[in-house]
């Protein structure tokens, strides 16, 4: 809502974020939550778009998966080059990505996340580094959420109001300047 707000009537804001989605993996505990098998449908679904922000990966870092944070960039690498290379059945190419990198997970340590996340807090906070080596391959644009926002102190993975709010307007300021 806050980046709809900021953006204005001549943009419309198509939220899809689901919580629980990893970037490649079929979790066998938080099932349908793989962001590579719901991009096509959801982009098929929203058909024309513009514009698809990217951003995804906090959920690779649970322990079960035991990925690494290059691991997780590349999940999101994939996501960016099936976004780009989705045909458009208007006929017009696939859409502009925009590619964002989550905000390093905070303490869980004394959280209902402590095992489901353990080891996952120092893991992420290398993320960018290969989330931005994916968006310079793919050429396209890339924000670092860490640099503006931090995770929740609650459960050390959600953000808080405040957070949304800032984000929003990044994420705002980015689109006006890749569409202008």
């Known amino acids: 809502g806050v980046m709809q707000k900021e953006l204005g009537d001549d943009y419309f804001v198509i939220p899809a974020g689901l919580n629980g989605r990893t970037t490649l993996w079929e979790d066998p505990i938080d099932q349908y939550r793989c962001g590579q098998a719901h991009l096509i449908p959801c982009l098929d679904m929203f058909d024309p778009l513009d514009l698809v922000i990217i951003m995804i990966g906090s959920n690779d870092m649970k322990q079960r998966f035991s990925l690494s944070p290059q691991d997780a960039a590349y999940g999101a690498g994939i996501l960016v080059d099936m976004a780009l290379h989705h045909e458009s059945c208007y006929g017009d190419g696939g859409p502009n990505v925009l590619l964002i990198c989550p905000p390093p997970l905070g303490p869980v340590s004394n959280t209902q996340f402590k095992y489901q996340f353990a080891g996952g807090e120092e893991k992420s906070k290398l993320m960018h580094i290969f989330y931005e080596q994916e968006a310079q391959k793919y050429n396209v644009p890339f924000i670092n959420a860490g640099d503006y926002i ?31």
């Open 150 to 180: 931090h995770s929740s102190e609650l459960d050390g993975l959600h953000l808080d109001a405040d957070q949304h709010a800032i984000l929003g307007k990044v994420v705002a300021e980015k689109v006006l300047e890749i569409f202008s």
